[in-house]
C-alpha cells in the first residue's frame, strides 16, 4: 500500500477510519477484506459500467478464497439517486436475508457512493460498509467525511445521513477507464480544495497539468493524496459542517446556482467550476484576493477546458435568485466561502461564511476579466 490517511471522529472514536490508497490494491482484495468482512455476509452495490471491466475479475477472487457474497448493480449518474433506486436494493438484500451484521462493499462513483452509504445508515437500522470509490471525484470528496444522500423533486441531496464508513480503498488503476471529462470533473474538486487550504498543491496542479490530463501515475496519486489528507483533516475536526467543513462549499454558491440555471445540463464540477471564478472575482471585488491570484486560477481552468466565454452572457439577476433560494440562504442574504489567497479562506469571527450583498455578485459578472 502506498499510503493510509486517517478519518478520526472525536466524537465517535470507534466510528475513526481509515483511507488506503493504492496502485492494485485491487489485485490482492480478497486479502485486504477478509478482516473487515469476518464472519459476515458481503453484499457488493456496483455501477453496471464496472462489470465487465472489473467486477468480473474480482469475484473469481472472491470465489477463490471462498467468501460469499451477492452483488447488485445499478445504473450510474444522477439519474439513480433516488428513493426508488433505494428500495429496489433494499429489496434485493431482503429477499437474500441479507442481515444486520451485513457488510456493504460500495463500488463506483459518487452516485453509487452517495445512494449506498445512505442504504448503509437506514438498512436495519444502520449497517457497516466500505466506500470504494472509482471515478476522481470520489476519490477525493464524496467517498471522504460521511455524508450520504438521495434526490428528491424537491432538489439534490435533500434526504441523508452522516454514516461514515468503515473504510475507504482508493485504487488509482480505477482512473485507467474514466472518461477525460469525468477526470476534469474530479479535477474541479482538486483544485477546489486546494485554492481553500493548500497553494503548494495548487501550484504542483498549475505545473502538472499536463500529466495529470495523461493520466500520469505518479501525478495523480500526488494530488488524490494531498486532497484527501486536506479532507480528512476537515472532517475530523469538524464532521457536521459547523465551519471548517464549510470551505469545501467554495464556488458551490454560485456553481449550484448556475446548474439550476442551465437546467442541470451541465456536470456538477464544470459548474463549480464557474462558480469558483465568480465567487474568486467577487473575492477580489471585496479587497481580499489580488488580481493576479485572480487571474491565475482563471488562467488554470482555463487550460482545463472551461469556458468561461458563456459567464457573460449570464442574466445575473437569475443567478442571484437562485443563490437566495438555496439550503444556504438565510432571511434573504446570500453567504459564501471568500477566499483572502490562493491557500487560504477569510475566516472572520471563528465564521468562514460571509455575507454577500447581491450588488456584489451583479458586479462581478459584469467586471470578470
Ligand atoms: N457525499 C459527498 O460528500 C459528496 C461530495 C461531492 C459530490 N457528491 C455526489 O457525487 C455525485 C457525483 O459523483 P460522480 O461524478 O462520481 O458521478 P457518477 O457516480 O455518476 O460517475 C460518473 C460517471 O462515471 C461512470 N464511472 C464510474 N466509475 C468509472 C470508471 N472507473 N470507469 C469508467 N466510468 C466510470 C459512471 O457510470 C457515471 O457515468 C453527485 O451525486 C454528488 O452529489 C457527494
Known sequence: MLSQIFVNIPAREQESYPISIDLGIFGNWPNWLKKHIQSRQLVI?????????YIRQFKQQLLDAKINFIVISINGGES?????????IEMKMFRARIDRDALLLVIGGGVIGDLGGFVAATYMRGIKYIQVPTTLLAMVDSSVGGKTAINNEYGK?????????????IDIKF???????QLINGLIEVIKIFITCEKSSYDFVTNNFNKILAYDNEALLFIIQR??????????????????RKY?????????????????NILHGYAVALGI???SKIAQIMGFLTQESYLSIVNLLQKLGIDCKDLHEIDAAKIIQYCLNDKKAKADKIYMIIIRQIGMVQNDKNSAVHEVPAKIIKRAFKQLF
Request: glycine residues 4%; charged residues 20%; negative net charge.
Open 157 to 169: 441531496n435533500l434526504i441523508g445521513a452522516f454514516w461514515q464508513p468503515q473504510a475507504v480503498a
Open 277 to 279: 471564478i465568480v465567487e
Open 175 to 181: 482512473l485507467n477507464t474514466l472518461p477525460k471529462q
Open 248 to 264: 469545501l462549499n467554495f464556488g458551490h454558491t454560485i456553481g449550484h446556482a448556475l446548474e439550476k440555471y442551465y437546467d442541470f
Open 45 to 53: 452495490l456496483t455501477d453496471k459500467k464496472l462489470l465487465n471491466p
Open 227 to 244: 486532497a484527501v489528507s486536506l479532507k480528512a483533516e476537515i472532517v475530523s475536526q469538524d464532521e457536521k459542517e459547523q465551519n471548517l
Open 80 to 88: 439513480s439517486k433516488n428513493q426508488v433506486t433505494k428500495e429496489a
